[in-house]
């Protein structure tokens, strides 16, 4: 199965605007896209920092349009890649401590291992194990 170049450049950590969804250059779409959260909500915060920070959301808003690439057209991604990707960009903080979570509960499980295979309940399960046998 070949890879076309397109699909060797998409990069799921990296913001892309969205050519699919686009009203003005796809840069609210792709934010919208990169952080997981809705294009409208995305759209209405520019909007209203437009109001408040007039000069510099134009400003900001016309390098994104130029500094970004539009995602690649010809890649599919998997719904769990997408939710992990976008989980990452909205917090990760949260991540951290799922994964610190995740590490202190294998931690446990690993010292009742331990606990378990030095104690004397291990010597005779295993010798009434090779007496059954």
């Known amino acids: 199965m070949s890879v076309s170049t397109s699909t060797k450049q998409y990069n799921p950590s990296k913001l892309y ?17 990169f952080f997981g959260v809705s294009r409208l909500a995305v759209r209405f915060l ?47 903080a949260d991540t951290m401590g799922t994964i610190r979570h995740r590490f202190s509960k294998m931690e446990t499980r690993m010292r009742n291992l331990e606990a378990y295979l030095t104690s004397r309940k291990y010597k005779l399960d295993r010798a009434f194990d090779k007496l059954q046998d």
């Open 46 to 92: 520019v909007a209203v920092s437009l109001f408040m920070f007039t000069l510099p959301t134009i400003i900001g808003y016309f390098a994104a349009m130029v500094l970004l690439k539009y995602k690649p057209e010809d890649v599919v991604v998997e719904p769990e890649e997408t939710e992990f990707w976008q989980s990452m960009h909205r917090s990760p």
């Open 17 to 33: 605007r969205d050519r699919d969804h686009r009203l003005l250059g796809g840069v609210c779409a792709g934010i919208g896209n």
